[in-house]
């Protein structure tokens, strides 16, 4: 995933138009210029320059498709805590590399607190549930101990940011 190219400290200045254009295309990334050029109230050039600046600046990080899971035959979602044994720099970069590496780990964020990590993946059945856990978490370096929470029910799920 491409990083921002500003921090935290220097935030991108968003005007009430660049608000405006990124709540448009985080409901719909696809939208044509000319439509989103009109639900802003803008002329298409000036609206495309708005988007390109918006992409060049990072405030854009990428376009992408959301599938739904379930489509694909993985309607299990688990969020799992993962300790590993030692938290020194080789380890973690070690483990960090695995994860990266895994196709199946959907997310992966180094949390403070008692845990180390928090990883989201999806799964078919208790069968592919377990061969995740047994051939894939379990075999990741340094990892000491997880503790896994299998979603019942997703009661809100957005990529929209507040903006």
Do not use: W
Request: a positive charge; glycine letters at 4%.
């Amino acid at each position: 995933m491409p990083v921002s190219r500003f921090d935290a400290k220097s935030r991108a200045p968003l005007d009430v138009t660049d608000r405006s254009i990124l709540r448009e295309l985080q409901i719909d990334g696809r939208v044509s210029n000319l439509a989103l050029a009109q639900r802003v109230h803008l002329s298409p050039s000036a609206c495309l320059r708005r988007v390109k600046q918006l992409e060049d600046s990072g405030v854009i990080a990428r376009y992408v498709a959301l599938v739904d899971p379930r489509a694909v035959g993985q309607p299990g979602t688990s969020y799992t805590i993962v300790n590993l044994e030692r938290l020194t720099t080789p380890a973690i970069e070690a483990f960090e590399r695995a994860v990266q590496a895994e196709p199946s780990i959907l997310d992966c964020f180094y949390v403070a607190g008692t845990n180390d990590y928090l990883i989201r993946f999806t799964y078919n059945d208790a069968a592919d549930l377990e061969r995740f856990h047994t051939d894939v978490l379990m075999r990741l370096p340094g990892v000491l101990r997880s503790n896994s929470m299998l979603v019942l029910r997703t009661v809100k799920k957005t990529t929209a940011l507040d903006v």
